[in-house]
């Protein structure tokens, strides 16, 4: 089954997800500048929602450069003899099946995502004999370290001879025990096809040999205004509460300015249930219950940059949600190419959608294809075929029943 995901969710003013400039990310889409939220920056989100946290708390991972010190804190408990030294070089063998060394390549990109991107440059990449860390931001479940400690203790203690060479960093004595060393590090490897629900959502790539590569059930798009967005600034001002007389305590400067922007956002996602269910070796009933989460997850978890400053937050006015057997992915951007205007940016935003779904995707659909439409406010609106619900729990249930009927 294939469930797909559209969403039009307006944002009060605020700096969600920023640059390195410290303004709001954007792209140019139709000829105009464009508010943009990242699909990491929406991934995150996800990831760490509360809803996902009250169904899967048990289940999900930790992203982080720290494996190589977690795997030393690991072999600590389990070997509280081990001396520094060793662990030092311990973890210095993990950090450097991290790391590319191939003359001409780019640092190692950061996991997760299903594409390679290669962003970081490879002085960023790398590591040193004394870092706790890799080159690359790596998910993993949490035992996956404790599991690692484990097999490296065994070794230690089995195959002194096959362990130094393995930690001692030269070519001659690692190619001495290349074979063993090879069925070691396999072992590892092994282990890490025990996966969470979110790497089997987001996906996993890395540059390490030690870590299985997981190719994403869903794909998330980069949020895009629906219309021309203009970034704005503001600076720091604060009052002095003991001050007498008028004038502001403390006035910013231009360090110190602070950029937002304000914008309806079409958000698309999809999930391949097929392919979730073969990554975590799930039956229906489970994979379903992961798109209910996976939707609500979407519609309720904002991004969490510059909120104290402007809690902004909101949620959608519109959500389609889609389900066929067909895998055929389809995102709605292209209804927003020419950028919508007006007083209530909501309502035009849901009319340009509803005329491209009853037009344009009307003629690619796949003929199973079932819909479910949340649409209130701004955004009410009617899209052929679709049933309506009114409320986000209604919403849920429906795309469960759907799953469950399309299910052979």
């Given at each position: 089954?294939?469930?797909?995901?559209?969403?039009?969710?307006?944002?009060?003013?605020?700096?969600?997800?920023?640059?390195?400039?410290?303004?709001?990310?954007?792209?140019?889409?139709?000829?105009?500048?464009?508010?943009?939220?990242?699909?990491?920056?929406?991934?995150h989100n996800i990831r760490h929602s509360i809803q996902?946290?009250?169904?899967?708390?048990?289940?999900?991972?930790?992203?982080?450069?720290?494996?190589?010190?977690?795997?030393?804190?690991?072999?600590?408990?389990?070997?509280?003899?081990?001396?520094?030294?060793?662990?030092?070089?311990v973890k210095a063998a993990l950090a450097k099946k991290?790391?590319?060394?191939?003359?001409?390549?780019?640092?190692?990109?950061?996991?997760?995502?299903?594409?390679?991107?290669?962003?970081?440059?490879?002085?960023?990449?790398?590591?040193?004999?004394?870092?706790?860390?890799?080159?690359?931001?790596?998910?993993?479940?949490?035992?996956?370290?404790?599991?690692?400690?484990?097999?490296?203790?065994?070794?230690?203690?089995?195959?002194?001879?096959?362990?130094?060479?393995?930690?001692?960093?030269?070519?001659?004595?690692?190619?001495?025990?290349?074979?063993?060393?090879?069925?070691?590090?396999?072992?590892?490897?092994?282990?890490?096809?025990?996966?969470?629900?979110?790497?089997?959502?987001?996906?996993?790539?890395?540059?390490?040999?030690?870590?299985?590569?997981?190719?994403?059930?869903?794909?998330?798009?980069?949020?895009?205004?629906?219309?021309?967005?203009?970034?704005?600034?503001?600076?720091?001002?604060?009052?002095?509460?003991?001050?007498?007389?008028?004038?502001?305590?403390?006035?910013?400067?231009?360090?110190?300015?602070?950029?937002?922007?304000?914008?309806?956002?079409?958000?698309?996602?999809?999930?391949?249930?097929?392919?979730?269910?073969?990554?975590?070796?799930?039956?229906?009933?489970?994979?379903?219950?992961?798109?209910?989460?996976?939707?609500?997850?979407?519609?309720?978890?904002?991004?969490?940059?510059?909120?104290?400053?402007?809690?902004?937050?909101?949620?959608?006015?519109?959500?389609?949600?889609?389900?066929?057997?067909?895998?055929?992915?389809?995102?709605?951007?292209?209804?927003?190419?020419?950028?919508?205007?007006?007083?209530?940016?909501?309502?035009?935003?849901?009319?340009?959608?509803?005329?491209?779904?009853?037009?344009?995707?009307?003629?690619?659909?796949?003929?199973?294809?079932?819909?479910?439409?949340?649409?209130v406010g701004s955004a009410s609106t009617d899209i052929?075929?679709?049933?309506?619900?009114?409320?986000?729990?209604?919403?849920?249930?429906?795309?469960?029943?759907?799953?469950?009927?399309?299910?052979?």
């Amino acid at each position: 089954m294939f469930v797909q995901i559209h969403m039009l969710q307006s944002m009060p003013p605020g700096n969600l997800n920023r640059d390195d400039t410290g303004q709001p990310k954007k792209c140019i889409f139709g000829g105009v500048t464009r508010g943009r939220i990242s699909s990491q920056c929406l991934k995150h989100n996800i990831r760490h929602s509360i809803q996902f946290e009250e169904v899967f708390g048990d289940n999900r991972t930790v992203r982080t450069r720290y494996l190589p010190g977690m795997v030393a804190h690991e072999l600590r408990a389990l070997k509280p003899e081990i001396s520094d030294d060793d662990l030092k070089k311990v973890k210095a063998a993990l950090a450097k099946k991290f790391v590319k060394h191939e003359e001409g390549q780019t640092g190692p990109h950061e996991a997760g995502e299903s594409e390679k991107d290669q962003g970081q440059s490879k002085s960023s990449s790398a590591v040193s004999d004394a870092t706790d860390q890799t080159g690359q931001l790596v998910f993993f479940p949490p035992p996956f370290a404790r599991e690692i400690a484990e097999l490296i203790a065994d070794l230690r203690n089995k195959e002194n001879a096959v362990y130094s060479a393995w930690t001692s960093g030269k070519k001659n004595e690692k190619e001495k025990h290349k074979k063993r060393i090879g069925e070691f590090e396999r072992e590892i490897l092994k282990e890490s096809e025990s996966l969470t629900l979110d790497i089997g959502l987001f996906g996993r790539m890395t540059t390490s040999d030690l870590v299985v590569d997981v190719e994403a059930a869903c794909q998330v798009a980069h949020a895009i205004a629906t219309h021309e967005t203009i970034i704005e600034s503001d600076y720091f001002t604060a009052v002095d509460d003991k001050k007498q007389g008028t004038g502001a305590g403390y006035i910013g400067s231009g360090e110190h300015e602070t950029f937002f922007n304000s914008a309806v956002y079409y958000k698309y996602l999809n999930l391949h249930l097929d392919a979730l269910k073969k990554h975590l070796s799930w039956q229906d009933d489970e994979a379903a219950r992961a798109a209910g989460v996976l939707l609500r997850a979407a519609a309720l978890a904002n991004p969490t940059g510059k909120q104290n400053s402007f809690a902004a937050h909101g949620v959608p006015e519109l959500i389609l949600v889609e389900v066929s057997k067909a895998k055929c992915p389809i995102s709605y951007a292209n209804a927003f190419l020419k950028p919508v205007d007006g007083l209530d940016l909501m309502t035009e935003s849901a009319k340009a959608l509803t005329d491209y779904v009853n037009t344009v995707a009307k003629a690619f659909a796949p003929a199973d294809m079932t819909r479910a439409l949340l649409a209130v406010g701004s955004a009410s609106t009617d899209i052929e075929e679709a049933k309506r619900v009114h409320t986000l729990d209604a919403l849920v249930n429906s795309v469960l029943e759907l799953l469950k009927e399309g299910t052979p």
